[in-house]
Protein backbone atom coordinates (compact mmCIF):
# COMPACT_ATOMS: atom_id res chain seq x y z
CA UNK A 1 0.00 0.00 0.00
CA UNK A 2 1.46 3.28 -1.10
CA UNK A 3 1.27 6.08 1.29
CA UNK A 4 1.04 10.06 0.92
CA UNK A 5 3.88 12.32 1.56
CA UNK A 6 2.39 13.39 4.51
CA UNK A 7 1.32 9.81 6.13
CA UNK A 8 4.99 8.67 5.60
CA UNK A 9 5.95 11.94 7.82
CA UNK A 10 3.44 11.54 10.69
CA UNK A 11 4.82 7.37 10.70
CA UNK A 12 8.12 9.16 10.58
CA UNK A 13 7.55 11.74 12.81
CA UNK A 14 6.05 9.06 15.45
CA UNK A 15 9.42 7.71 15.65
CA UNK A 16 11.31 10.59 16.38
CA UNK A 17 12.95 11.40 12.86
CA UNK A 18 12.83 15.34 12.17
CA UNK A 19 10.21 16.04 8.69
CA UNK A 20 9.66 19.04 7.21
CA UNK A 21 6.10 20.35 9.18
CA UNK A 22 2.94 20.82 7.73
CA UNK A 23 -1.26 20.07 7.56
CA UNK A 24 -3.23 18.70 4.87
CA UNK A 25 -5.82 20.21 2.86
CA UNK A 26 -8.56 19.48 0.58
CA UNK A 27 -10.18 22.81 -0.02
CA UNK A 28 -8.56 26.18 -0.52
CA UNK A 29 -9.84 27.74 2.95
CA UNK A 30 -8.68 25.01 4.57
CA UNK A 31 -5.19 26.00 3.07
CA UNK A 32 -5.35 29.30 4.06
CA UNK A 33 -6.01 28.32 8.00
CA UNK A 34 -3.24 26.23 7.48
CA UNK A 35 -1.09 28.90 6.26
CA UNK A 36 -1.44 31.17 9.17
CA UNK A 37 -1.44 28.22 11.67
CA UNK A 38 2.02 27.32 9.86
CA UNK A 39 3.11 30.96 10.25
CA UNK A 40 2.69 31.51 13.98
CA UNK A 41 4.33 28.04 14.41
CA UNK A 42 7.58 28.39 12.52
CA UNK A 43 8.01 32.23 12.39
CA UNK A 44 8.48 32.51 8.87
CA UNK A 45 5.74 33.94 6.21
CA UNK A 46 7.04 31.50 3.46
CA UNK A 47 5.27 28.35 2.74
CA UNK A 48 5.69 25.39 0.31
CA UNK A 49 2.32 24.38 -1.39
CA UNK A 50 3.21 20.32 -2.35
CA UNK A 51 0.31 17.88 -4.50
CA UNK A 52 0.11 14.91 -2.77
CA UNK A 53 -0.48 11.81 -5.17
CA UNK A 54 0.91 9.07 -5.83
CA UNK A 55 4.41 9.52 -7.75
CA UNK A 56 7.33 10.94 -7.75
CA UNK A 57 8.56 14.05 -9.62
CA UNK A 58 5.66 16.42 -8.51
CA UNK A 59 8.07 19.64 -8.79
CA UNK A 60 8.97 19.18 -12.84
CA UNK A 61 5.30 18.64 -13.30
CA UNK A 62 4.79 22.15 -11.75
CA UNK A 63 3.38 19.81 -8.25
CA UNK A 64 5.36 21.29 -6.11
CA UNK A 65 5.08 25.60 -5.73
CA UNK A 66 6.64 28.34 -3.17
CA UNK A 67 4.43 30.89 -1.63
CA UNK A 68 6.21 33.90 -0.06
CA UNK A 69 3.10 35.07 1.80
CA UNK A 70 -0.36 33.99 2.40
CA UNK A 71 -1.81 35.71 -1.00
CA UNK A 72 0.68 33.59 -3.25
CA UNK A 73 -0.30 30.39 -0.96
CA UNK A 74 -4.31 31.20 -1.68
CA UNK A 75 -2.80 31.60 -5.68
CA UNK A 76 -0.70 28.84 -5.17
CA UNK A 77 -3.29 26.86 -4.02
CA UNK A 78 -5.94 26.91 -6.68
CA UNK A 79 -3.36 26.25 -9.22
CA UNK A 80 -2.52 22.83 -7.56
CA UNK A 81 -5.47 21.85 -5.84
CA UNK A 82 -7.42 20.01 -8.38
CA UNK A 83 -5.44 19.62 -11.58
CA UNK A 84 -4.24 16.89 -13.54
CA UNK A 85 -0.35 16.79 -12.72
CA UNK A 86 1.74 14.91 -15.04
CA UNK A 87 4.96 13.53 -13.78
CA UNK A 88 7.59 11.13 -15.67
CA UNK A 89 6.05 8.61 -13.02
CA UNK A 90 2.29 9.33 -14.43
CA UNK A 91 0.84 8.28 -17.23
CA UNK A 92 0.46 10.90 -19.85
CA UNK A 93 -3.04 11.70 -18.55
CA UNK A 94 -1.27 12.17 -15.23
CA UNK A 95 -3.06 11.96 -11.33
CA UNK A 96 -5.89 14.35 -10.12
CA UNK A 97 -4.63 16.14 -7.06
CA UNK A 98 -7.23 16.07 -4.36
CA UNK A 99 -5.10 16.80 -1.59
CA UNK A 100 -2.34 19.71 -0.69
CA UNK A 101 0.21 19.81 1.47
CA UNK A 102 1.06 23.21 2.75
CA UNK A 103 4.71 22.93 4.26
CA UNK A 104 6.75 24.60 6.08
CA UNK A 105 10.22 26.18 4.03
CA UNK A 106 13.20 24.45 5.48
CA UNK A 107 15.66 26.50 3.02
CA UNK A 108 16.26 29.25 5.59
CA UNK A 109 16.68 33.30 4.27
CA UNK A 110 20.19 33.64 2.28
CA UNK A 111 20.69 29.87 3.60
CA UNK A 112 24.16 28.91 1.29
CA UNK A 113 24.96 26.10 3.74
CA UNK A 114 21.90 23.33 2.81
CA UNK A 115 23.09 20.18 1.94
CA UNK A 116 20.87 17.29 0.49
CA UNK A 117 21.02 13.97 0.68
CA UNK A 118 19.38 10.75 -0.15
CA UNK A 119 18.49 7.77 1.98
CA UNK A 120 16.13 4.67 1.24
CA UNK A 121 15.67 1.95 3.54
CA UNK A 122 14.14 -1.44 1.42
CA UNK A 123 14.65 -5.52 0.81
CA UNK A 124 17.42 -6.28 -1.33
CA UNK A 125 15.51 -9.79 -2.54
CA UNK A 126 19.15 -11.15 -3.90
CA UNK A 127 20.75 -11.45 -0.06
CA UNK A 128 17.11 -11.79 1.89
CA UNK A 129 17.79 -8.65 3.90
CA UNK A 130 17.47 -4.89 4.72
CA UNK A 131 19.38 -2.11 2.57
CA UNK A 132 19.84 1.20 3.16
CA UNK A 133 20.99 2.79 0.21
CA UNK A 134 22.42 6.47 0.41
CA UNK A 135 24.05 9.03 -1.55
CA UNK A 136 25.00 12.67 -1.49
CA UNK A 137 23.23 13.56 -3.91
CA UNK A 138 20.01 14.13 -2.98
CA UNK A 139 17.17 15.92 -4.73
CA UNK A 140 17.66 14.90 -8.26
CA UNK A 141 17.01 11.05 -9.84
CA UNK A 142 18.85 8.72 -7.96
CA UNK A 143 18.49 6.47 -11.00
CA UNK A 144 20.55 9.31 -13.13
CA UNK A 145 23.22 9.38 -10.53
CA UNK A 146 23.62 5.66 -10.76
CA UNK A 147 23.78 5.58 -14.00
CA UNK A 148 26.05 8.35 -14.48
CA UNK A 149 27.66 8.47 -10.93
CA UNK A 150 27.17 5.17 -9.86
CA UNK A 151 30.69 5.64 -7.38
CA UNK A 152 28.38 8.29 -5.24
CA UNK A 153 26.19 5.34 -4.55
CA UNK A 154 26.29 3.36 -0.71
CA UNK A 155 24.78 0.65 0.63
CA UNK A 156 24.60 -0.60 3.73
CA UNK A 157 22.86 -4.57 4.13
CA UNK A 158 21.63 -5.22 7.81
CA UNK A 159 21.56 -8.79 8.88
CA UNK A 160 18.18 -9.78 10.38
CA UNK A 161 19.49 -11.25 13.54
CA UNK A 162 21.66 -8.12 14.75
CA UNK A 163 20.05 -5.27 13.24
CA UNK A 164 21.38 -2.08 12.27
CA UNK A 165 24.70 -1.66 14.07
CA UNK A 166 26.69 1.44 15.42
CA UNK A 167 29.70 1.20 13.20
CA UNK A 168 27.17 0.68 10.22
CA UNK A 169 24.87 3.85 11.15
CA UNK A 170 28.61 5.85 11.99
CA UNK A 171 29.59 4.96 8.29
CA UNK A 172 26.96 6.28 6.86
CA UNK A 173 27.08 9.61 7.97
CA UNK A 174 30.89 9.54 7.29
CA UNK A 175 29.94 8.63 3.71
CA UNK A 176 27.75 11.53 3.96
CA UNK A 177 30.69 13.84 4.46
CA UNK A 178 28.99 14.85 7.88
CA UNK A 179 30.89 16.23 10.90
CA UNK A 180 31.04 17.77 14.49
CA UNK A 181 27.12 17.81 15.65
CA UNK A 182 25.61 16.93 12.31
CA UNK A 183 27.39 13.73 12.56
CA UNK A 184 25.73 12.54 15.52
CA UNK A 185 22.52 13.96 14.40
CA UNK A 186 22.53 11.87 10.66
CA UNK A 187 23.62 8.99 13.20
CA UNK A 188 20.54 9.46 15.42
CA UNK A 189 18.21 9.85 12.06
CA UNK A 190 19.15 6.58 10.00
CA UNK A 191 18.90 4.95 13.38
CA UNK A 192 15.15 6.70 14.05
CA UNK A 193 14.33 5.93 10.23
CA UNK A 194 15.19 2.41 10.02
CA UNK A 195 13.47 1.23 12.89
CA UNK A 196 10.45 3.24 11.40
CA UNK A 197 10.95 1.42 8.44
CA UNK A 198 11.18 -2.10 10.72
CA UNK A 199 8.02 -1.25 12.76
CA UNK A 200 5.71 -0.05 10.01
CA UNK A 201 6.30 -3.70 8.35
CA UNK A 202 7.17 -0.95 4.84
CA UNK A 203 8.94 -1.87 2.17
CA UNK A 204 10.10 1.12 1.52
CA UNK A 205 11.26 4.38 3.07
CA UNK A 206 12.34 6.94 0.37
CA UNK A 207 13.65 10.07 1.60
CA UNK A 208 14.54 12.59 -1.19
CA UNK A 209 16.10 14.92 0.07
CA UNK A 210 16.92 14.54 3.27
CA UNK A 211 18.93 18.06 4.09
CA UNK A 212 21.62 19.32 6.68
CA UNK A 213 20.69 23.67 7.32
CA UNK A 214 23.47 25.25 8.68
CA UNK A 215 22.78 24.74 11.90
CA UNK A 216 23.44 20.82 11.51
CA UNK A 217 19.45 19.52 11.97
CA UNK A 218 18.82 16.75 9.68
CA UNK A 219 15.52 16.78 8.32
CA UNK A 220 13.11 14.72 5.85
CA UNK A 221 11.58 16.77 3.55
CA UNK A 222 9.65 14.21 1.53
CA UNK A 223 8.50 10.88 2.31
CA UNK A 224 7.99 8.04 -0.35
CA UNK A 225 6.49 5.22 1.67
CA UNK A 226 5.35 1.51 1.02
CA UNK A 227 3.66 -0.83 3.65
CA UNK A 228 3.70 -4.41 3.26
CA UNK A 229 -0.05 -5.43 2.35
CA UNK A 230 0.35 -9.05 3.74
CA UNK A 231 1.18 -7.67 7.32
CA UNK A 232 -1.65 -5.06 7.36
CA UNK A 233 -3.69 -7.02 9.88
CA UNK A 234 -0.72 -5.86 12.34
CA UNK A 235 -1.45 -2.01 11.95
CA UNK A 236 -4.86 -1.73 11.51
CA UNK A 237 -4.45 2.35 12.30
CA UNK A 238 -3.00 2.11 8.44
CA UNK A 239 -5.85 1.12 6.88
CA UNK A 240 -7.27 4.28 7.16
CA UNK A 241 -4.05 5.61 4.88
CA UNK A 242 -5.16 4.11 1.67
CA UNK A 243 -6.49 6.47 -0.94
CA UNK A 244 -8.77 4.62 -3.07
CA UNK A 245 -8.49 7.84 -5.30
CA UNK A 246 -5.05 6.88 -5.89
CA UNK A 247 -5.80 3.39 -7.22
CA UNK A 248 -6.50 1.39 -10.27
CA UNK A 249 -10.46 1.45 -10.51
CA UNK A 250 -10.14 -2.10 -12.12
CA UNK A 251 -7.46 -3.83 -9.26
CA UNK A 252 -10.12 -2.35 -6.46
CA UNK A 253 -12.98 -3.70 -8.36
CA UNK A 254 -10.61 -7.62 -8.34
CA UNK A 255 -9.97 -6.97 -5.07
CA UNK A 256 -13.65 -6.71 -3.58
CA UNK A 257 -13.84 -10.23 -5.28
CA UNK A 258 -10.79 -11.77 -3.52
CA UNK A 259 -9.36 -11.28 -6.73
CA UNK A 260 -5.66 -10.95 -7.37
CA UNK A 261 -5.07 -8.27 -10.34
CA UNK A 262 -2.66 -6.07 -11.84
CA UNK A 263 -3.15 -4.30 -14.51
CA UNK A 264 -0.42 -4.15 -17.18
CA UNK A 265 0.03 -2.87 -20.75
CA UNK A 266 -0.19 -5.72 -23.20
CA UNK A 267 -3.19 -6.86 -25.38
CA UNK A 268 -3.68 -10.60 -23.46
CA UNK A 269 -5.64 -10.97 -20.91
CA UNK A 270 -4.70 -13.90 -18.50
CA UNK A 271 -6.97 -15.68 -15.79
CA UNK A 272 -4.76 -18.37 -13.72
CA UNK A 273 -4.81 -19.70 -10.42
CA UNK A 274 -1.16 -19.68 -8.89
CA UNK A 275 0.98 -17.12 -8.99
CA UNK A 276 3.56 -19.44 -10.39
CA UNK A 277 1.17 -20.35 -13.01
CA UNK A 278 0.56 -16.73 -13.76
CA UNK A 279 3.93 -16.01 -14.28
CA UNK A 280 4.43 -18.67 -16.60
CA UNK A 281 1.69 -18.15 -18.66
CA UNK A 282 2.65 -14.57 -18.60
CA UNK A 283 6.08 -15.89 -20.30
CA UNK A 284 3.95 -17.83 -22.47
CA UNK A 285 1.81 -15.28 -23.97
CA UNK A 286 5.10 -13.26 -24.12
CA UNK A 287 7.06 -15.88 -25.99
CA UNK A 288 4.26 -16.18 -28.49
CA UNK A 289 4.31 -12.36 -29.72
CA UNK A 290 1.92 -11.19 -27.35
CA UNK A 291 2.03 -8.73 -24.31
CA UNK A 292 0.32 -9.56 -20.81
CA UNK A 293 -2.22 -7.35 -20.52
CA UNK A 294 -3.06 -8.16 -16.51
CA UNK A 295 -1.68 -10.58 -13.75
CA UNK A 296 -5.22 -12.15 -12.17
CA UNK A 297 -4.71 -14.94 -9.88
CA UNK A 298 -8.39 -16.50 -8.99
CA UNK A 299 -7.13 -18.14 -6.01
CA UNK A 300 -7.43 -21.85 -5.34
CA UNK A 301 -11.37 -21.40 -3.86
CA UNK A 302 -12.25 -20.26 -7.78
CA UNK A 303 -16.09 -20.20 -8.66
CA UNK A 304 -18.39 -19.52 -11.35
CA UNK A 305 -18.74 -16.18 -10.02
CA UNK A 306 -15.02 -15.64 -9.42
CA UNK A 307 -14.14 -16.20 -12.83
CA UNK A 308 -17.01 -14.50 -14.25
CA UNK A 309 -16.05 -11.56 -12.67
CA UNK A 310 -12.31 -11.52 -13.45
CA UNK A 311 -14.11 -12.09 -17.20
CA UNK A 312 -15.42 -8.77 -16.64
CA UNK A 313 -13.07 -6.60 -15.24
CA UNK A 314 -10.54 -8.04 -18.21
CA UNK A 315 -13.07 -7.40 -20.81
CA UNK A 316 -13.20 -3.70 -19.54
CA UNK A 317 -9.24 -2.99 -20.97
CA UNK A 318 -10.18 -2.06 -24.49
CA UNK A 319 -6.52 -2.70 -25.42
CA UNK A 320 -7.15 -6.72 -24.66
CA UNK A 321 -7.53 -9.04 -28.02
CA UNK A 322 -7.76 -11.83 -25.94
CA UNK A 323 -8.09 -13.99 -22.78
CA UNK A 324 -6.15 -17.15 -21.75
CA UNK A 325 -7.55 -18.55 -19.08
CA UNK A 326 -5.17 -21.15 -17.88
CA UNK A 327 -5.80 -23.51 -14.53
CA UNK A 328 -4.71 -26.39 -12.89
CA UNK A 329 -6.87 -28.18 -10.60
CA UNK A 330 -5.29 -28.94 -7.76
CA UNK A 331 -7.74 -28.01 -5.00
CA UNK A 332 -10.31 -25.55 -7.41
CA UNK A 333 -12.49 -28.10 -9.77
CA UNK A 334 -11.98 -27.09 -13.38
CA UNK A 335 -15.64 -27.73 -14.02
CA UNK A 336 -16.40 -25.11 -11.82
CA UNK A 337 -14.24 -22.71 -13.95
CA UNK A 338 -15.65 -24.01 -17.31
CA UNK A 339 -19.04 -23.00 -15.76
CA UNK A 340 -17.87 -19.40 -14.77
CA UNK A 341 -16.70 -19.06 -18.67
CA UNK A 342 -20.06 -20.18 -19.67
CA UNK A 343 -22.38 -18.74 -17.44
CA UNK A 344 -20.31 -15.30 -18.11
CA UNK A 345 -20.93 -15.77 -21.54
CA UNK A 346 -24.50 -15.99 -20.67
CA UNK A 347 -24.67 -13.20 -18.76
CA UNK A 348 -22.23 -10.68 -20.45
CA UNK A 349 -23.69 -11.33 -24.18
CA UNK A 350 -21.95 -11.12 -27.25
CA UNK A 351 -18.06 -11.29 -26.43
CA UNK A 352 -16.19 -9.73 -29.81
CA UNK A 353 -12.92 -11.35 -28.68
CA UNK A 354 -11.21 -14.80 -28.48
CA UNK A 355 -11.22 -16.89 -25.12
CA UNK A 356 -8.74 -19.42 -25.02
CA UNK A 357 -9.24 -22.43 -22.28
CA UNK A 358 -6.87 -24.88 -21.20
CA UNK A 359 -8.29 -26.58 -17.83
CA UNK A 360 -6.24 -29.44 -16.78
CA UNK A 361 -6.36 -31.58 -13.63
CA UNK A 362 -9.45 -32.40 -10.91
CA UNK A 363 -12.74 -32.90 -13.29
CA UNK A 364 -10.66 -31.61 -16.39
CA UNK A 365 -12.72 -33.77 -18.49
CA UNK A 366 -16.16 -32.48 -16.95
CA UNK A 367 -14.61 -29.06 -17.75
CA UNK A 368 -14.01 -29.75 -21.57
CA UNK A 369 -18.09 -31.41 -22.13
CA UNK A 370 -19.45 -28.22 -20.75
CA UNK A 371 -16.95 -25.80 -23.03
CA UNK A 372 -17.35 -27.89 -25.78
CA UNK A 373 -21.21 -28.56 -25.34
CA UNK A 374 -21.79 -24.84 -24.50
CA UNK A 375 -21.97 -24.11 -28.32
CA UNK A 376 -20.22 -20.75 -27.49
CA UNK A 377 -16.57 -19.58 -29.76
CA UNK A 378 -14.61 -20.65 -27.09
CA UNK A 379 -11.28 -22.16 -27.97
CA UNK A 380 -10.77 -25.44 -25.68
CA UNK A 381 -6.81 -26.86 -25.77
CA UNK A 382 -4.90 -29.33 -23.97
CA UNK A 383 -1.33 -28.44 -23.56
CA UNK A 384 1.15 -25.23 -22.79
CA UNK A 385 2.78 -25.47 -26.30
CA UNK A 386 -0.88 -25.12 -27.95
CA UNK A 387 -1.60 -22.15 -26.11
CA UNK A 388 1.21 -20.27 -27.22
CA UNK A 389 0.40 -21.05 -30.73
CA UNK A 390 -3.42 -20.69 -30.64
CA UNK A 391 -2.24 -17.22 -29.03
CA UNK A 392 -0.12 -16.23 -31.68
CA UNK A 393 -2.92 -17.41 -34.28
CA UNK A 394 -5.64 -15.35 -32.99
CA UNK A 395 -3.34 -12.45 -32.38
CA UNK A 396 -1.97 -12.25 -36.28
Known sequence: MNLHEYQGKE???????????????????????????????????????????????????????????????????????????????????????????????????????????????????STNQNMIMYSSEGGVEIEKVAEETPEKIFTERIHPQTGITKDQVENIARNLNMSEDAFQNMCDFVEKLYLAYVESDASLFE??????SSDNKIIAVDAKVTIDDNALFRHPEFLAYRDEKEEDPAELEAASFGLNYVKLDGNVGCIVNGAGLAMATMDIIKLSGGNP?????????????????????????????????????????????????????????????????????????????????????????ISLQEAADKVKEVLS
Open 11 to 125: ILSSHGVRVQRGYIAETIDQAIENGHKLSKETQTPCFLVKAQIHAGGRGKGGGIKLAKNINELELYSNQVLGMMLITPQTTQKGKKVHKIFIAEDVYYPGENKIEEMYISVLLDR
Open 207 to 212: INPVIK
Open 293 to 381: ANFLDVGGTADAQRVESALRIILNDKHVKAILVNIFGGIVRCDRVAQGIVDAYKNIGSIAIPIIVRLQGTNAVEAKEIIDNSGLKVISI
